[in-house]
């Protein structure tokens, strides 16, 4: 296909979208962000968005969990140590990429008093921390951690200090920094804390 073709339909125009409506966010924020300027981005009409994403929160709702799905996978290494490591880091990686610089964008745009998003963003961290759910459940399994350690808010301490550092205290994050979480957030959940 050469440069200036037209991409047509299908999962090419889907891509494409999902990808300018991560720079889009991540370069001008949720106040800023407009369906023109993701289809020029995307290199489609209008109307090509709109036709699929009728409201411009699902588009942004959409291409960040695109994001978070593609580039924070969820571990399965048989070992919770393991796991919670892959995971934290997966997480330090994604939010330096741009659909996390994205994320953080409209978070900042949040605390600063700009238009705020419904509840896309959280709808985000909501169905991330859902899908990780199963990498404490087979820990639970295997007996690397105690019974009735509570999934959620197990993933939720693993997951806090990463955003603590990126949203308030704006800090580096390094792979330090996720090793720090995976320990932290694996002491609890061996201590019975989130029981």
Same mark, same amino acid.
Request: net charge neutral; proline share 7%; aromatic share 6%.
């Given at each position: 296909?050469?440069?200036?073709? =037209?991409?047509?339909?299908? %999962?090419?125009?889907?891509?494409?979208?999902?990808?300018?409506?991560?720079?889009?966010?991540?370069?001008?924020?949720?106040?800023?962000?407009?369906?023109?300027?993701?289809?020029?981005?995307?290199? &489609?009409?209008?109307?090509? +968005?709109?036709?699929?994403? %009728?409201?411009?929160?699902?588009?942004?709702?959409?291409?960040?969990?695109?994001?978070?799905?593609?580039?924070? #996978?969820? =571990?399965?290494?048989?070992?919770?140590?393991?796991?919670?490591?892959?995971?934290?880091?997966?997480? +330090?990686?994604?939010?330096?990429? =741009?659909?996390?610089?994205?994320?953080?964008? &409209?978070?900042?745009?949040?605390?600063?008093?700009?238009?705020?998003?419904?509840?896309?963003? $959280?709808?985000?961290?909501?169905?991330?921390?859902?899908?990780?759910? #199963?990498?404490?459940?087979?820990?639970?399994?295997r007996g690397?951690? #105690?019974?009735?350690?509570? =999934?959620?808010?197990?993933?939720?301490?693993? +997951?806090?200090?990463?955003?603590? $550092?990126?949203?308030?205290?704006?800090?580096?994050?390094? !792979?330090?920094?996720?090793?720090? !979480?995976? $320990?932290?957030?694996?002491?609890?959940?061996r201590?019975?804390?989130?029981?």
């Amino acid at each position: 296909m050469s440069p200036g073709a =037209p991409l047509g339909r299908g %999962p090419k125009v889907r891509a494409a979208v999902l990808t300018a409506a991560v720079t889009e966010l991540a370069e001008q924020g949720y106040a800023g962000f407009t369906v023109e300027n993701v289809a020029r981005r995307a290199g &489609v009409h209008k109307t090509t +968005v709109y036709r699929r994403w %009728p409201e411009r929160d699902a588009l942004i709702t959409d291409a960040l969990a695109d994001s978070a799905e593609a580039e924070i #996978p969820i =571990p399965d290494t048989g070992s919770i140590e393991a796991d919670f490591d892959a995971l934290a880091q997966g997480l +330090v990686a994604w939010v330096k990429s =741009p659909g996390g610089q994205a994320v953080l964008a &409209v978070m900042h745009s949040e605390t600063a008093g700009s238009s705020r998003p419904p509840d896309t963003v $959280r709808h985000v961290f909501r169905d991330r921390i859902r899908q990780a759910l #199963p990498v404490v459940v087979r820990a639970i399994e295997r007996g690397e951690l #105690p019974a009735g350690t509570d =999934p959620a808010e197990c993933v939720k301490a693993l +997951v806090a200090p990463i955003y603590f $550092r990126a949203l308030i205290t704006r800090e580096k994050l390094t !792979a330090d920094t996720a090793a720090n !979480a995976a $320990r932290l957030a694996l002491a609890g959940a061996r201590a019975g804390v989130f029981g």
